[in-house]
């Protein structure tokens, strides 16, 4: 069965899905796919998440001037650029 949604709940879903510390990478290929259908903007959750794996970022930081490296569990090296 399928539900209809409006952009507006599914970016209440978006926002209520990122208020959780922990979540699987099967739940957010749902939540992008979901954003994607709806053409929701993730730039300021991508940093919440490994690009390549969809798992939630945890592993080693380096800083530099003008960049964030994180390095997935999976070997994917995730790189914001830092605002000034």
């Known amino acids: 069965m399928k539900t209809n949604l409006s952009k507006i709940q599914a970016q209440n879903i978006i926002e209520s ?4 510390s922990d ?3 099967e739940e ?3 939540i992008k796919r979901l954003a994607m ?3 929701i903007s993730l730039k300021y ?3 919440d998440f490994c690009k390549s794996c969809l798992s ?6 380096k800083i530099t001037k ?6 997935c569990a999976c070997g994917f090296k ?3 650029k830092i605002k000034k």
């Open 17 to 20: 899905f990122f208020k959780k």
């Open 23 to 25: 979540f699987s990478s």
């Open 28 to 30: 957010m290929k749902k």
């Open 37 to 39: 259908k709806f053409k």
């Open 45 to 47: 959750y991508k940093k």
């Open 56 to 61: 939630p970022l945890k592993g080693k930081i």
């Open 66 to 71: 003008t960049h964030k490296t994180t390095t």
């Open 78 to 80: 995730n790189k914001i």
